[in-house]
């Protein structure tokens, strides 16, 4: 009886919490207290057909979902344009492929779509969702090199070779930055040259989301002229220690942080990052990043649309940085201090509106506005930048042991302390 019981209470419970989710919208959660749901969808494929010189149609093919129920199984093909923050239905399809003709007038080149698609299955007043949805990035009027492949598979031998590889995961290239650059320096294969930090747009090119890795200034393009002032050093041959981690050298390639495939982060990023601890010791930590890559229009260029997870990308290394509220405030030590020992650091996770301020630095969360949180890349490029300085700023090492001042533009998205500034305004 007293089990009977609590099997009903938990059941109630589960129900309840059922509700709740649902309530924020998450309905297919629900479905998934069920036994049977249909499962999700797999891979999926993208081909690109010329509209006309500056649209395209999006045809999306993937491999059919079996009915878990014995009833009719359909597809929910949901778009967004903004980066993923609103996505709304486009379709609902009882097989593949469908084409995307955005109502007949096509997909205007160089504007980002993010697809997601699910099954869900109908048995009687009863439908059942597939778990999750799968989310499929494109970029008219190019095909992704890294993912959507299950019948375009000659792309794999860009980065792969079978018999004649000169690296580990039989990569074409000396290092996987050498595979990564045959088509993102430059922009003939790609619309991303982040070397210079291009990104291609209808008749030119506008600045990228992630900066600039090594560009030398050039007269009247989208950075007016300024050059690279500092960069991730990422040739996998440079050593150097991150500031507020634990002080051990490492050395830095595109594939410390990305992948050369689709991880379901943001960007391909990986879904783990190795980082060393010490001598021979390293952690690995999970990552959950998502965000997306908005376009206003076909020549505006990207905005990052961080919606979670981007700290902890940089805190992985940079572990002493990411400090909560209060941190920089004054008070009693320790207790506003962070990680370092004797450090303030300025809070990260924190809202411009809790102190009555406005920015126009981009900030992580779903309500894009001021309520939303500071990360690092709301005052930091991920890659590198054209911003002047001649700030000096001391760096402590992570045990605490060594002091160094050091000139740096230190990745900063503006001019010396512009950054400041645009929240603070004194
Ligand atoms: C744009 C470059 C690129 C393309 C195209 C590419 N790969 Fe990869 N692949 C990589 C890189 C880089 C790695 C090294 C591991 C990592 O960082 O993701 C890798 C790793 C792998 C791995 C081992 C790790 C894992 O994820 O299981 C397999 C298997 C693989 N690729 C298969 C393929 C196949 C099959 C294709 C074609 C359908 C393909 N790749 C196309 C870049 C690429
Ligand atoms: C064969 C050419 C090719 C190679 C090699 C290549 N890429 Fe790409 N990459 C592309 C194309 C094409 C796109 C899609 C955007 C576009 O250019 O339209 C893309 C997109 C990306 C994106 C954005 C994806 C998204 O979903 O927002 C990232 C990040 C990226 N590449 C990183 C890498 C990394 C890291 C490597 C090396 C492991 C690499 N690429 C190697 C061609 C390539
Ligand atoms: C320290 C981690 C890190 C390293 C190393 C790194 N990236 Fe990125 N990359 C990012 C992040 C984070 C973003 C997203 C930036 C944003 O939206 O603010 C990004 C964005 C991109 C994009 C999208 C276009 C853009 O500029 O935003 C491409 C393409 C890309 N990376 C390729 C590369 C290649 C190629 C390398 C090696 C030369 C590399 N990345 C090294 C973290 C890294
Ligand atoms: C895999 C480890 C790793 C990750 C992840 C990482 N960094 Fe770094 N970072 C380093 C290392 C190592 C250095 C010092 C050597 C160098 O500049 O490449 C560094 C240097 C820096 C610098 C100082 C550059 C200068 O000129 O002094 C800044 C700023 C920075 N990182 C910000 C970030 C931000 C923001 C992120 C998240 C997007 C991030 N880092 C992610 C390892 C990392
Ligand atoms: C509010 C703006 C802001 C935010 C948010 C921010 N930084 Fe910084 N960061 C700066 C400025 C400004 C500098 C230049 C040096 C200084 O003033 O101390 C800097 C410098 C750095 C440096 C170079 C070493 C040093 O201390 O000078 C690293 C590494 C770094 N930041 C990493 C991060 C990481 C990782 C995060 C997120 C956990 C982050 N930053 C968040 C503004 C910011
Ligand atoms: C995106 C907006 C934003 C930017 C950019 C920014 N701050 Fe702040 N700052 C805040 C917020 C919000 C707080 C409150 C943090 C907390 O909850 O502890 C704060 C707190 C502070 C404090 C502690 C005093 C207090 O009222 O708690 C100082 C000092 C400060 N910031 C200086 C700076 C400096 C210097 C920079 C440039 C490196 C900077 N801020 C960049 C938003 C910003």
Avoid at 140 to 149: T, V
Avoid at 354 to 360: D, F, P, V, Y
Wanted: glycine share 10%.
């Amino acid at each position: 009886m007293a089990q009977g019981r609590r099997y009903i209470q938990q059941n109630i419970c589960i129900f309840v919490i059922g509700l709740f989710v649902a309530s924020f919208g998450v309905l297919w959660q629900v479905s998934s207290v069920q036994a049977v749901v249909p499962r999700d969808i797999a891979g999926v494929t993208v081909a690109i057909s010329a509209q006309s010189s500056t649209t395209s149609n999006i045809i999306l093919v993937w491999d059919l979902v079996p009915p878990a129920n014995g009833g009719t199984v359909s597809y929910d093909l949901e778009k967004s344009t903004d980066g993923g923050v609103v996505f709304s239905l486009a379709a609902n399809v009882s097989s593949s492929p469908w084409t995307d003709t955005n109502s007949g007038a096509g997909v205007s080149n160089y504007t980002n779509v993010i697809y997601r698609l699910r099954a869900k299955e109908t048995v009687g007043a009863t439908t059942y969702y597939s778990a999750n949805f799968k989310t499929v990035n494109v970029f008219p009027p190019d095909l992704n090199a890294h993912d959507n492949y299950q019948r375009n598979t000659d792309l794999c031998h860009y980065c792969h070779t079978a018999h004649t590889a000169q690296a580990p995961f039989l990569l074409s290239q000396a290092t996987a930055t050498a595979v990564c650059m045959t088509c993102h320096e430059g922009l003939t294969n790609s619309k991303y040259d982040v070397v210079n930090g291009y990104t291609k747009v209808s008749g030119g090119n506008a600045r990228s989301a992630g900066g600039a890795f090594a560009h030398n200034g050039v007269q009247g393009d989208v950075w007016n002229g300024a050059a690279t002032t500092s960069a991730h050093k990422v040739d996998e041959v440079t050593k150097g220690a991150a500031p507020g981690g634990a002080n051990v050298e490492q050395t830095l390639g595109c594939t410390t942080c990305h992948s050369g495939h689709d991880t379901g982060n943001y960007r391909m990023l990986n879904k783990s990052i190795t980082v060393p601890t010490g001598v021979n010791t390293v952690i690995t930590i999970n990552l959950a990043v998502q965000a997306g890559a908005a376009t206003a229009g076909a020549t505006s260029g990207e905005s990052s649309v961080y919606l979670s997870g981007t700290t902890v990308l940089c805190q992985s290394c940079h572990a002493d940085y990411a400090a909560g509220t209060g941190s920089g405030g004054s008070g009693t030590p320790p207790s506003p201090q962070y990680g370092t020992p004797g450090t303030y650091r300025h809070a990260i996770g924190v809202s411009p509106s809790s102190k009555s301020l406005a920015t126009t630095l981009p900030l992580e969360g779903t309500a894009r506005n001021n309520t939303d949180k500071i990360v690092c890349l709301t005052c930091h490029y991920a890659h590198g930048t054209v911003a002047a300085d001649s700030t000096v700023s001391t760096v402590v090492s992570g045990d605490g042991s060594t002091l160094k001042t050091q000139i740096s533009s230190t990745l900063k998205r503006l001019d010396g302390m512009g950054v400041c500034e645009d929240c603070h305004k004194k």
